[in-house]
């Protein structure tokens, strides 16, 4: 437990600055690459994110699975959060470029986000699985520009974007708990399908 906690926190700090050189660069392009920064160190680290986490519970549904991964959600999100108001302050130039991405996100309806993090979840545990399995980074690399671009939610970066725009509303908690759900589901997709391949007859 101790252990999920450090590293999620260390996820954490790995996802802020990755967050702060997205809304830094003038070029989303840019800024979408350079965000991979975040997961390459969290691959490479070891350190633990609830979005590439997820995705195993299809394989490991035990109590203490299910309580590190809810742990880590909950240390991801805080920390993201909080280091995204010490940016803020920082550098106040992030703060109005944030401010407008998040006031969208947050007119977005309930389903909406949900879908868009779905598709997210589903990139973030490919990315993972294929940086585990074949040992390259180029699943990080691709994937994460691939989501950003496409506009799908990641849960952890989104509270580190809210956390920046200054913005504190109960919508906040509405709009994350679809996120976190529709990341849930996009991560598990994948490697049940594979699970059920495998175990057919």
Known sequence: MVKTIFGA????????????????????YVGAVLLSVALLCISYLGYYLFTGKIGYLANDFSKNNILNLSVGLAFNLIVTFLLGML???????LTEKAYIMCTAKLEQEFFITFIRAIFCGVLMYTAVEIFKEKKT????????PVFILCGFEHSIADMFYFGVS??????????????VLGNTVGGLILPLLSKISTNKP
């Open 87 to 93: 940016i803020s302050f920082a550098f106040p130039n």
């Open 9 to 28: 926190v260390s996820a954490g700090i790995m996802i802020a600055i990755g967050g702060s050189v997205f809304l830094s660069c003038d070029s989303k």
């Open 166 to 179: 200054k913005i504190f509303t109960a919508k906040i908690l509405t709009f994350e708990l679809a996120a």
């Open 137 to 144: 980074p180029l699943g990080i690399i691709f994937c994460i």
